[in-house]
């Protein structure tokens, strides 16, 4: 609705596209003080002396200058570090812009079939690119079928797959062979999602080089500890890359972050440390919830899916009244029953046991 002086007064709100208003922000409490086992971060964080370090370059750069628009020095880093050239690298401001990256790229006013339940903010993404989704629901104990997840492809002329494995929220890895078949019947283009690859027992990241189609999106926010600078990559042919960079918005990533990623990468032996720490405690919690009469999922993540044997809610608000943050994912189908917990570190998984030790009795 317009004045008589061509001023819109409408809410600007109603002009948002119908499916973008349908969709829920995403917001997560953030409590001080309490231990944070909902957000799947790493459980301690770089020496002093590496972030001096970093900092002192950040320090000597220029700031009034852009930085390298497609920064070029953390592709050569992660290429190094998963010996794959720079050229098929394309670095991203967290992995969920190389998801929405790609989903603009290939499925925008199209289509994307992913497995479900996954990633939640992969749905929003695709949605945000202008893509609609379609679900393809896992098997039993969350396994993959592949003519299941292709039949819904071909069914919908799918333009993208995504999926996710190691697979969040429910943790588990998917059998090569599962991958490979989806990867060979595709449609169209695969993105597989490799966030957790670091505490995986394999990685798909070959298939890259053999298959034209194939992204593989990974992120520092996890194994390597950087979740606040916000850097992820796509890894993908250098065709394909090249098309995506046109997507991908220059200067995406920022000084602070272009300088610190190569620093880390030259340190990445901490992280492989740090991977096998939280692989121990995740053993450890595992079977302290088990002899608590729970039923744990199997993991190949830095989480632990759960199920609770009570209403998942409930305990949720249990050990957040106790000080500990796990997350409630509850709501989604094909979890009705569960919670998850992110290993954290010995203290914080201590305060963790000891605090849903306490609402199991409390509820007894």
């Known amino acids: 609705m317009k004045t008589a002086g061509g001023t819109r007064t409408a809410d600007a709100a109603a002009l948002v596209r119908p499916e973008i208003r349908a969709m829920r922000a995403y917001r ?9 086992l909902h957000q799947n971060e790493a459980p301690d964080d770089w020496p002093e002396e590496v972030k001096r370090a970093i900092v002192e370059r950040v320090l000597a750069a220029p700031w009034h200058r852009y930085p390298s628009a497609r920064a070029d020095a953390v592709c050569e880093a992660v290429g190094q570090m998963q010996q794959t050239p720079s050229s098929m690298i394309a670095a991203t401001a967290g992995s969920n812009e190389a998801l ?3 989903c603009s790229a290939f499925a925008a006013r199209g289509t994307v079939v992913m497995s479900a339940p996954t990633y939640s903010m ?4 695709a949605i945000a690119s202008g893509a609609r989704v379609v679900d393809s629901p896992l098997g039993d104990g969350f396994g993959l079928n592949p003519d299941v997840l292709l039949r819904a492809a071909h069914a919908q002329r799918a333009e993208l797959i995504y999926l996710a494995s190691p697979n969040n929220p429910t943790g588990n890895a998917f059998p090569s062979e599962a991958i490979r078949a989806v990867v060979e019947g595709s449609p169209g283009a695969v993105v597989l999602d490799e966030a957790y690859w670091e505490f995986a027992s394999a990685s798909h990241l070959d298939l890259v080089s053999r298959f034209s189609h194939v992204l593989v999106v990974r992120t520092f926010s996890k194994a390597m500890g950087g979740a606040g600078l916000r850097v992820g990559w796509i890894t993908a042919q250098a065709a394909l890359v090249a098309e995506l960079h046109k997507v991908i918005p220059p200067y995406s990533l920022n000084v602070f972050a272009q300088i610190a990623i190569p620093v880390l990468v030259a340190r990445r ?3 492989g440390a740090r991977v096998q720490a939280i692989v121990s ?3 450890r919690v595992a079977r302290a919830l088990e002899a608590l009469g729970m039923r744990v999922y199997p993991s190949e993540t830095n989480f632990l899916l759960f199920s609770p044997g009570r209403p998942p809610a409930e305990v949720w608000q249990g050990l957040a009244d106790r000080g500990v943050l796990v997350r409630d994912v509850s709501r989604v189908a094909g979890l009705e029953a569960c919670l998850r917990v992110s290993i954290g570190s010995v203290a914080d998984n201590g305060r963790f046991l ?3 030790g306490s609402v199991v009795a409390e509820g007894r």
Not at 28 to 36: D, N
Request: no cysteine.
């Open 122 to 125: 992969a749905r929003t993404l």
């Open 28 to 36: 997560l409490a953030q409590p001080q003080g309490a231990v944070r």
């Open 100 to 102: 929405w990256a790609a």
């Open 269 to 271: 032996e901490m992280a």
């Open 281 to 283: 405690e995740r053993g």
């Open 354 to 356: 000891a605090a849903i």
